[in-house]
């Protein structure tokens, strides 16, 4: 089987390409990262969702974005409310470029000339990183900078769900067997894995489930 590094956050939307990878084929080799997130029971979602969707291997690498900053998921800022306008709070500065980097390393070691990614210019937050364009952009970096790049057969990035709604990445997800309520997306969940219901990436979640027409799996505080 040909191997791929996948991003696994513990999310919903990287469970969805984990199962995609698999269903195309690939021996998954699942990474997430520890960067200093608020909580991580995110993390404990992501070993979860690779060994329920058959990954054959999880690694947890530690990057501290905390001593950096910058953003509500990695200092002292409030998490909003949803809603504002321009880029929020929430983006980590360099997050996706970081985590990318990182599966690029490994699959450069394990042989794997694919990387998964479960970023989502449709609904989303405004993040920069996930927009078709980066991805593009990283994927011709990978080239010019790795010896798979200039020797070997190249380096792809996938990103299925791009230009996906939530409400079809829910319907995808069920096609392919996720089960959802593994998954944590809330920016303030708590230890338990507990979700607040007033972030935008609950907001987010809770929608693609309805417009689906699906029920909602997700666990809420009180």
């Known amino acids: 089987m040909k191997k791929a590094v996948v991003l696994v956050s513990g999310g919903m939307d990287s469970a969805v390409v984990l199962a995609i990878a698999r269903e195309q084929g690939f021996a998954v080799h699942a990474l997430s990262v520890r960067y200093g997130q608020r909580h991580t029971s995110e993390l404990e979602a992501a070993d979860r ?41 929430t983006y980590v500065p360099a997050r996706n470029t970081i985590m990318l980097s990182l599966a690029l390393g490994w699959a450069e070691v ?26 593009e952009a990283f994927e011709r970096l990978a080239n010019l900078a790795t010896k798979a790049g200039v020797e070997g057969a190249g380096i792809r990035v996938h ?47 809770a929608a693609g489930f309805a417009d689906a027409g699906v029920p909602d799996p997700t666990r809420y505080v009180g």
């Open 110 to 135: 394990l042989g794997a000339a694919d990387l998964f990614c479960g970023v989502n210019a449709v609904d989303y937050s405004g993040y920069p990183d996930c927009r078709p364009e980066f991805v």
């Open 159 to 205: 990103a299925p769900l791009m230009r996906m709604g939530k409400d079809g990445i829910v319907r995808e997800g069920l096609r392919l067997g996720v089960d959802f309520a593994q998954t944590v997306s809330c920016y303030r969940a708590d230890a338990e894995g507990r979700a607040c219901g007033h972030c935008d990436a609950c907001r987010l979640r």
């Open 49 to 89: 969702v690779a060994r329920a969707l058959g990954a054959v291997a999880h690694k947890t690498v530690g990057v501290d974005l905390r001593s950096i900053g910058g953003s509500a998921l990695t200092d002292d800022i409030e998490v909003p409310d949803a809603g504002g306008e321009g880029i929020p709070v």
